[in-house]
């Protein structure tokens, strides 16, 4: 069954506040080999202009996926999670996100196409701070294989 197009420009409440640990991104760091000085090295993150060490580019998806579990997790959407695929994955970072942030991530459904008998979902998470402050904006595609009707195309 193809997804509820219904859930086209859906907003979802804030997640619970995340705050960013000085531990958790020397994890990523660790985890996908960054050699950066500014995401290790408070001092040198300092020398750098920032408050503290920052994360890499992709640690925002340790906020985006999570937060998006609201929308896959909803039986009304109609996702079969275990025939999904990550499709694409883009990160537009306001600044960078730093030791001692605390962050909320708001969901939106941006769309959902159905192609070749796949369905596309469209899934944008805007994270930022609970004050309002943009962080970054994580767009992910994720494709459903199999799943729409015959017959269907967008």
Known sequence: MSLDQSFIGREYPPSA???????????FV?????????????????AAGYPDVIAPP????????PAQDILTGDPQLGLDYSR???????????????????LVTVVHVD???????????????EIGTPAGEAVC???????ARGTAEEGEQA
Request: aromatic share 6%; net charge negative.
């Open 30 to 46: 660790a985890a996908i080999g960054e050699s950066s000085p500014l995401c290790t090295d408070p001092e040198a993150a300092k």
């Open 137 to 143: 904006t994580a767009k992910s595609m994720l494709v």
């Open 17 to 27: 506040p995340y705050e960013v640990g000085r531990e958790k991104i020397r994890e």
């Open 58 to 65: 992709t640690f925002a998806v340790l906020l985006s996926m």
């Open 111 to 125: 769309d959902i196409k159905t192609r070749a008998g796949n369905d596309f979902l469209t899934v944008r998470a």
């Open 84 to 102: 999904v695929v990550h499709g694409q994955q883009d990160f537009v970072h306001h600044r960078p996100i730093r030791a001692g942030d605390e």
